[in-house]
């Protein structure tokens, strides 16, 4: 087995906006959110402590709305982490990257939270 403290999580877009509610919500994704529970649940019980959450929160005049419908704007409900997700014993060590295009390393915290973890992560060899 890997190293639990050498691997890391990460989940993109489980939030309400995608899950239940709202221009973009598809039951495809809702059916996601059981099999990405019982995953987070497995990887903590065998000692993995870092999630990374990466979630749309967009700009109410965000670019990728010339594309697609308004959804996920930043402090909507749409914007908020599923709450089997978020409800989670250990959610509190979720770090949550928020963004405002498809792109996740867009204007993000991703590469600076790559660089800070990079040495975790490196190999022994």
């Known amino acids: ?12 877009d489980m939030i309400v ?16 959110i ?4 019982e995953l987070f649940k497995k990887a903590n019980e065998l000692g993995i402590n ?8 967009h700009d109410p005049a965000a670019p990728e709305f010339e594309a697609w419908p308004s959804h996920c704007v930043k ?9 089997e997700i978020a409800n989670l014993d250990f959610s509190g060590r979720f ?5 405002n295009s498809l792109h996740p390393a867009l204007n993000t915290k991703i590469n600076s939270w790559l660089e ?8 022994e060899n």
Do not use: H, W, Y
Not at 34 to 37: A, D, L, Q, R, Y
């Open 95 to 99: 770090m949550m990257i928020l963004k």
């Open 50 to 57: 870092k999630f990374v959450l990466v979630q749309d929160a």
């Open 34 to 37: 059981p099999p990405i529970v």
């Open 75 to 83: 402090g909507t409900r749409e914007s908020e982490t599923v709450s």
């Open 1 to 12: 087995m890997q190293d639990p403290e050498k691997t890391a999580i990460f989940s993109a």
């Open 17 to 32: 906006g995608f899950c239940s509610q709202g221009n973009l919500a598809s039951e495809r994704i809702r059916k996601l």
């Open 116 to 123: 800070e973890n990079q040495a975790t992560f490196e190999s």
